[in-house]
């Protein structure tokens, strides 16, 4: 990654506190506004949270804090309820944070890092109209050129959102399992839960038709023991091929070298002598059909060495022993 970032940036603090930094400078005493441990000095870039009823904040020194909203005014404006959100974040306002800055709402794209729990939103509307998330769920109706917005159901689902420079998931001893659909019987607002997105993996924020040529098409992964039969099938059909190849080519080299020999009693003549041009024409097609029977068996030895590879128990196998689908 290029470019330089800034320990400290004066120009986000409050005119006070630059001030404090330079006469500090001037007296060579700058103990007072390095930065320690635990808040205990420094001069630091703090967000103002203005007291509100309808929300508590948990501060840190800088600008982390953990905020317990009430109903989002979308939904509670005409008297809704059950649309609660809780926020966790490292960095209030990211580096767009000033000193001394009033938070009235939280914008999670502008944060540096977060977790936000909401009890009724729209998953892919959540940062707002300048980064609406791609919606994964493709029109399959026939040939229709275009997403139906009615197929977008996720306008009323509670939803965990993370945001983040890097989101890991690490587990200690392995074991990371993604489930999607079919637990419980009804959905967080309480309508039935009979309709199952499943797992879509999207790069790039973008969800283009299933069938597209684009890069960015999402399509269903592969299952390794289904391509594994798939290519078994495949790989036997060739040896078929190569064995009904290799019977026609000592057919061939049978056939010819019965009619390079090959002698009759003529009228008034008697035996005849095998004709010279089919001789000479076999002894030179001898190589090619010495190659060509070669070849076959090799092709047939290769296809048994693709299927061993292939198999689990080839360090080349085309099936992973640690990930796995559905």
Not at 167 to 176: C, D, F, H, S
Not at 302 to 326: C, H, Q
Request: net charge negative.
């Amino acid at each position: 990654m290029s470019g330089r970032v800034k320990r400290t940036n004066i120009d986000k603090l409050d005119k006070q506190k630059q001030a404090k930094i330079v006469n500090c400078k001037e007296d060579k005493n700058c103990d007072e506004v390095r930065n320690g441990v635990a808040g205990e000095r420094g001069m630091r870039v703090q967000p103002i949270f203005p007291n509100r009823s309808d929300r508590d904040v948990w501060q840190g020194v800088d600008n982390a804090a953990a905020i317990v909203l009430d109903n989002n005014p979308l939904y509670s404006a005409g008297g809704g309820d059950f649309s609660s959100r809780v926020c966790i974040v490292a960095g209030v306002g990211g580096h767009h944070l000033v000193d001394g800055q009033v938070i009235d709402e939280i914008t999670p794209l502008h944060d540096a890092a977060g977790v936000y729990v909401v009890q009724r939103g729209d998953p892919q509307l959540f940062f707002g109209d300048d980064a609406n998330l791609a919606f994964p769920e493709l029109a399959k109706i026939g040939d229709m050129a275009e997403v139906d917005d009615s197929l977008h159901k996720d306008s009323v689902k509670s939803h965990v959102t993370t945001l983040a420079d890097t989101i890991q998931v690490v587990a200690r001893n392995g074991g990371i399992n993604l489930y999607a659909g079919g637990v419980g019987t009804t959905m967080s607002a309480g309508t039935a839960n009979r309709e199952f997105s499943g797992v879509n993996l999207i790069y790039g924020n973008k969800a283009d038709y299933t069938y597209s040529d684009s890069p960015y098409s999402l399509q269903p992964l592969v299952k390794g023991h289904n391509l594994e039969r798939t290519l078994q099938d495949i790989i036997q059909r060739q040896r078929d091929t190569h064995d009904l190849i290799f019977r026609i080519k000592m057919g061939l080299i049978n056939l010819e070298s019965m009619l390079a020999t090959h002698t009759h009693i003529a009228p008034l003549v008697g035996p005849t002598t095998p004709s010279l041009e089919a001789l000479i024409t076999v002894g030179i097609r001898i190589p090619q059909h010495l190659y060509d029977t070669l070849s076959s068996i090799t092709n047939y030895i290769n296809s048994t060495l693709d299927e061993f590879n292939m198999s689990p128990i080839s360090a080349g196998s085309i099936t992973s022993a640690w990930n796995k689908t559905n």
